[in-house]
């Protein structure tokens, strides 16, 4: 865990209850596990993931898409099945109802 915590950024016991399955998987948690084990964002939900090549296309079904949740927000990821793009599609849906139930305000990496 330590090593773990070192490379990504995130507390020891945050990775614990992460694989525990004791915490949702936010998107806050996600991006820096991520880039820490220097895997695509896809690759940490879909192990036969392929490389990204000029012309790739791939097909996700509604609903079948892996979907990282939390009590105040859910995540849709459209492209799973390829690995090395340089861009994560992913749907949001905010469940919270107001400003006040949020953890705490998250952003992302890279140009917008």
Excluded at 8 to 24: C, D, F, W
Excluded at 62 to 76: F, H, K, L, N
Excluded at 95 to 100: L, P
Aim: hydrophobic share 40%; net charge neutral.
């Amino acid at each position: 865990m330590k090593e773990l915590s070192d490379r990504t950024g995130l507390a020891k016991s945050t990775a614990s209850r992460m694989e525990r399955g004791e915490i949702s998987l936010t998107y806050a948690c996600v991006m820096p596990l991520a880039q820490g084990l220097r895997l695509d964002l896809g690759g940490l939900f879909d192990a036969q993931a392929e490389g990204f090549a000029l012309g790739t296309i791939t097909v996700t079904h509604a609903g079948e898409a892996p979907m990282p949740r939390s009590a105040t927000r859910d995540y849709e990821m459209l492209t799973s099945g390829v690995i090395g793009n340089h861009m994560v599609p992913m749907v949001g849906r905010i469940n919270a109802h107001s400003f006040a139930t949020f953890e705490k305000v998250i952003s992302q990496s890279g140009r917008l």
